[in-house]
């Protein structure tokens, strides 16, 4: 995967083509299956769109699980 930094963090991406339908795969670690990751088809979302919202969302994930931690304790 590609490395991109964005807000002074890096974030890894793929572009796929699959029935003529391209997407890309962000994520947060170079493998997938090791950290966040979420598809966005390109038809309906640009590249730059894709990036800031996977930010927003990793930022939404943490937040979330802060919240969880604090709830546990």
Do not use: C, H, W
């Amino acid at each position: 995967m590609k490395p991109v930094k964005m807000n002074g963090f890096v974030y890894y991406f793929e572009v796929f083509i699959s029935s003529n339908e391209p997407f890309i795969l962000m994520s947060t670690n170079e493998y997938p299956s090791e950290g966040l990751s979420k598809i966005y088809f390109l038809r309906k979302y640009s590249m730059k769109y894709a990036m800031e919202d996977f930010v927003k969302y990793e930022a939404n994930v943490k937040e979330r699980n802060t919240q969880k931690n604090n709830e546990v304790r």
